[in-house]
């Protein structure tokens, strides 16, 4: 099983940039899938972006495409996710998440489909 805990989140002006930081402890994110979701405030939880375990595959939702990049170092443990040109409507808890797959080149695109949570850092960006 794999601990999952994010930093990184704070009060940004629109157009700032934040960089979130997920560290994963209890094993090697070797085999792991990852990904990030937000929940908005009183919305449902919804998909950011997602990469496979080694890196070579990547997906964004349409709403961050070109502000946001997921990375991962599998040697560190950890995920990242820089966020550029931020907009009010990016204001949400963001959460890191983890599933083991199969094999590599697979990205996990829908919230159901991962096993395992950080508890979250409330990103607030300001108009």
């Known amino acids: 099983q794999v601990q999952l805990v994010e930093s990184g989140g704070g009060l940004v002006q629109a157009g700032g940039s934040l960089r979130l930081s997920c560290a994963a402890s209890?094993?090697?994110?070797?085999?792991?899938?990852m990904g990030w979701v937000r929940q908005p405030p009183g919305k449902e939880r919804e998909f950011v972006a997602a990469i496979s375990w080694s890196g070579d595959a990547t997906y964004y939702a349409d709403s961050v495409k070109g502000r946001f990049t997921i990375s991962r170092d599998n040697a560190k443990i950890a995920l990242y996710l820089q966020m550029n040109s931020l907009k009010p409507e990016d204001t949400a808890v963001y959460y890191c998440?983890?599933?083991?797959?199969?094999?590599?080149?697979?990205?996990?695109?829908?919230?159901?489909?991962?096993?395992?949570w950080g508890q979250g850092t409330q990103v607030t960006v300001s108009s």
């Open positions: 998440a983890a599933s083991i797959v199969p094999r590599h080149g697979v990205v996990l695109v829908t919230t159901p489909e991962y096993d395992y």
């Open positions: 209890g094993r090697t994110l070797s085999s792991y899938a």
